[in-house]
């Protein structure tokens, strides 16, 4: 199982890092480490859930998903350190988006849900680039 854990930190580097290299290319205050980084530590609050379920579940009534649930809010105070009003404008919207679009992405491949986290990184990238 160690090696499963593994496989699935280093897809949400990989992810995460391909992200990343967008947000770095137009340079973003939050690229290419950032999202690495927060893929990764998205995956393994993700995979540590499911070990601390596999590990106690016949202890005591756990739920897998609950360390996973605080990932999700708990990114937007990190998006909303890229937010920037600059008079009239907003800038860093996107960013903070892809944050919390990475860090869903790291949630998913943490839980073994590979091929959709692919094609949602996929996309976020799709998006980012073309749009």
């Known amino acids: 199982m160690t090696t499963e854990y593994i496989l ?3 897809a949400a580097c990989f992810l995460g890092g391909l992200i990343g290299i967008e947000r770095e ?3 973003r205050p939050a690229g290419f480490r950032t999202h690495m980084r ?4 998205s995956a393994l609050i993700m995979v540590t859930g499911e070990y601390i379920f596999l590990k106690y579940n016949s ?3 756990l739920d897998p998903t609950r360390l996973g649930a605080q990932v999700v809010s708990g990114i937007g105070f990190l998006g909303a ?3 920037i009003k600059e008079g009239a404008s907003v800038k860093g919207l996107t960013t903070a988006a892809s944050l919390w679009a990475v860090s869903c992405v790291g949630l998913a491949v943490g839980a073994g849900f590979y091929w959709v986290a692919i094609v949602a990184a996929a996309l976020t990238v799709v998006i980012l680039v073309t749009l």
Do not use: A, D
């Open 8 to 10: 699935r930190i280093l």
């Open 25 to 27: 290319n137009v340079h």
């Open 38 to 41: 927060v893929c990764v530590g």
């Open 59 to 61: 202890m005591t009534n």
């Open 81 to 83: 350190g890229t937010i």
